[in-house]
């Protein structure tokens, strides 16, 4: 009896020692690696905003003629890391010294931008949509000391979402935000910045700025965008961006 009593005694602490060791195993959460340890977190941190980018949807670049007169672009952005529904969103314009807005595009439920991602209306005057591949068209202009609009419900009365003005002899009807920026020439556009520090040199083709999205909004808009001499318009097909 001794002699059975004491093998089961010895067996019964190897298999508790085992199963203390497996269990331990299992539910570790270090890895120890070339001196160092690596603790898997609980919760993974969000990352950390970008000073100055928007967290919603803005007027990211503007063209009023490329050289011929009448073909009009505008290109909106989506800075954030969600899908955005443009349901009840249209985007209108105003011209000097108007007080009533005329929509360009309205937007149906359908209707999404993908996160830091592009769509573009342009006109369809001299088939220019179709030239660059525009999302949406209509035969309406944009013209010289203009100013346009991303709306919320009703087009004279709703929440508006982004607004930018361009040119001279603005009043308080349009939609400016603090200071209009320049026209653009002829060929060229007005492009919302990507970061603080951006400028015309970095937001171009090869630039360091190019795509890094263009979400910089202090709703100043001689301060949030550049004037381009050559402009780039991007569309839903277009690369996502990476600020």
Same mark, same amino acid.
């Given at each position: 009896?001794?002699? +059975?009593?004491?093998?089961?005694?010895?067996?019964?602490?190897?298999?508790?020692?085992?199963?203390?060791?497996?269990?331990?195993?299992?539910? #570790?959460?270090?890895?120890?690696?070339?001196?160092?340890?690596? &603790?898997?977190?609980?919760?993974?941190? &969000?990352?950390?905003?970008?000073?100055? @980018?928007?967290?919603?949807?803005? !007027?990211?670049? /503007?063209?009023?003629?490329?050289?011929?007169?009448?073909?009009?672009?505008?290109? !909106? +952005?989506?800075? &954030?890391?969600?899908?955005?529904?443009?349901?009840?969103?249209?985007? /209108?314009?105003?011209? &000097?010294?108007?007080?009533?807005?005329?929509? @360009? /595009?309205?937007?149906? #439920?359908?209707?999404?931008?993908?996160?830091?991602?592009? @769509?573009?209306?342009?006109?369809?005057?001299?088939?220019?949509?179709?030239?660059?591949?525009?999302?949406?068209?209509?035969?309406?202009?944009?013209?010289?000391?203009?100013? !346009?609009?991303?709306?919320?419900?009703?087009?004279?009365?709703?929440?508006?979402?982004?607004?930018?003005?361009?040119?001279?002899?603005?009043?308080?009807?349009?939609?400016?935000?603090?200071?209009?920026?320049?026209?653009?020439?002829?060929?060229?556009?007005?492009?919302?910045?990507?970061?603080?520090?951006?400028?015309?040199?970095?937001?171009?083709?090869?630039?360091?700025?190019?795509?890094?999205?263009?979400?910089?909004?202090?709703?100043?808009?001689?301060?949030?965008?550049?004037?381009?001499?050559?402009?780039?318009?991007?569309?839903?097909?277009?690369?996502?961006?990476?600020?």
């Amino acid at each position: 009896m001794n002699k +059975y009593f004491l093998l089961l005694s010895v067996y019964a602490i190897f298999i508790f020692t085992f199963s203390m060791n497996l269990t331990k195993a299992l539910f #570790s959460d270090q890895t120890v690696s070339a001196n160092n340890t690596f &603790t898997a977190a609980d919760v993974f941190p &969000t990352p950390t905003p970008i000073p100055g @980018i928007a967290d919603h949807i803005v !007027i990211s670049e /503007v063209q009023i003629n490329s050289g011929i007169a009448g073909n009009d672009f505008i290109e !909106i +952005y989506n800075p &954030t890391s969600s899908i955005v529904n443009l349901s009840n969103i249209r985007l /209108v314009k105003r011209a &000097t010294p108007a007080t009533s807005s005329a929509n @360009i /595009v309205v937007f149906s #439920s359908s209707d999404n931008i993908q996160p830091r991602q592009y @769509i573009l209306w342009a006109t369809s005057d001299n088939g220019y949509n179709t030239a660059i591949g525009a999302d949406y068209t209509s035969g309406d202009n944009i013209s010289t000391n203009d100013s !346009i609009a991303l709306i919320q419900g009703n087009k004279d009365t709703g929440t508006i979402i982004d607004a930018v003005a361009w040119g001279t002899g603005h009043s308080s009807s349009l939609f400016t935000e603090n200071t209009p920026i320049a026209n653009p020439a002829n060929g060229g556009s007005i492009e919302r910045k990507a970061l603080s520090t951006s400028d015309s040199t970095s937001m171009s083709a090869g630039g360091s700025d190019e795509e890094k999205g263009n979400g910089y909004d202090t709703n100043n808009n001689s301060n949030d965008f550049i004037l381009r001499s050559i402009s780039q318009p991007q569309n839903s097909t277009s690369s996502s961006e990476s600020p």
